[in-house]
């Protein structure tokens, strides 16, 4: 099968494509100009297609002649409101778009969206696939925005869309900060020791996501992706201890004010620096609640079975931040 991904660069995306060159797919990475391409050029699988989400001709050239698409690429921080919408809404019409032209040859279309386009779990129970979304962020919003998209083009497309939980693992720069305060033998956490959240290891992601194009699933279908398993912030921290190999001399709540005002700064600063930060007044408040879906679907209908879960996945992720140099 001829696939084209988008965000082949990030995290996520270079997992994605990594397993789909190894399953013997050909795989087409829409990349920009100024991306680091460097690991998709150690795949012989891949090539490198030149362009951006937010052109609508280079979507429809990239999208020429492919068997599928896996469009995930999408902003996680941006400068504006303004700017979230033309990467997550825009840029996703334009590559469905692109599809929707191609659909006599196009066989999948997969849409990777976010839990954070669903809702929080007030109770910390896995949420019902019938709740209402409500996400607390620009981006989920926008993922959100994206997600109605897709599935309004169900009957035109077989349309898939899957929304992972927090990811983690071997490339990830996200919980890197994580294990380096782990290695320091300090873990400040955010929020009620006790709140609840769900993970994801990365390889464990990328190989739900690549059983979309293959599954025998219906178009219009969404799935919540996870690894089965609730923890709590503090078996969070006892797993980043484990990996470590160090009991944190210090691990504490930091109190809502104090994050409540680091949000506030750091989205000043990068306001008046015309930057885009991931510290927000709203990531704060996405962080500070419970975010636990409902991923018994994916693992049905899919045949989807996590293979890593947190304790071992931390010591996979440690152990590869240290043969690379990152702690």
């Not at 052109?55 to 400068?79: F, N």
């Not at 898939?160 to 994580?178: F, K, N, S």
Request: charged share 25%; hydrophobic share 40%.
């Amino acid at each position: 099968m001829k696939v084209l991904v988008t965000g082949g660069t990030g995290f996520l995306g270079s997992h994605i494509a990594q397993q789909l060159g190894e399953a013997g797919h050909e795989v087409r990475a829409l990349v920009r100009k100024t991306s680091d391409t460097r690991f998709l050029r150690t795949l012989p699988a891949v090539t490198l297609f030149e362009g951006a989400v937010e052109d609508r001709e280079s979507c429809k050239a990239a999208v020429a002649e492919m068997d599928a698409v896996i469009h995930c690429a999408g902003l996680v921080k941006a400068r504006s409101a303004a700017e979230f919408r033309l990467t997550n809404v825009i840029g996703t019409q334009y590559v469905l778009d692109a599809a929707r032209e191609a659909k006599d040859s196009l066989k999948r279309f997969v849409l990777v969206s976010s839990l954070a386009a669903r809702a929080p779990s007030p109770t910390g129970d896995r949420l019902s696939p019938e709740a209402e979304a409500s996400p607390v962020t620009t981006y989920g919003r926008t993922k959100l925005e994206a997600e109605r998209a897709v599935l309004a083009c169900k009957d035109d497309l077989h349309v898939t869309v899957v929304r992972p939980t927090a990811i983690y693992g071997p490339r990830d720069r996200e919980m890197l900060q994580l294990f380096q305060y782990a290695e320091r033998r300090i873990l400040p956490f955010i929020g009620d020791p006790n709140g609840k959240l769900t993970l994801i290891y990365g390889e464990d992601c990328a190989r739900a996501i690549n059983r979309c194009l293959t599954a025998d699933i219906p178009s219009g279908r969404a799935y919540d992706l996870d690894d089965g398993q609730i923890y709590s912030r503090t078996e969070l921290a006892e797993g980043l201890e484990q990996a470590a190999g160090k009991k944190a001399l210090v691990r504490f709540p930091i109190p809502s004010p104090i994050v409540w005002t680091v949000g506030l700064v750091s989205e000043t600063y990068g306001r008046v620096a015309n930057q885009a930060v991931m510290v927000t007044r709203e990531k704060v408040d996405e962080l500070l609640q419970q975010w636990v879906g409902d991923s018994s679907a994916a693992r049905e209908e899919l045949g989807f079975e996590p293979s890593v879960l947190w304790s071992e996945g931390a010591r996979l992720t440690a152990d590869w931040y240290h043969a690379n140099g990152w702690i």
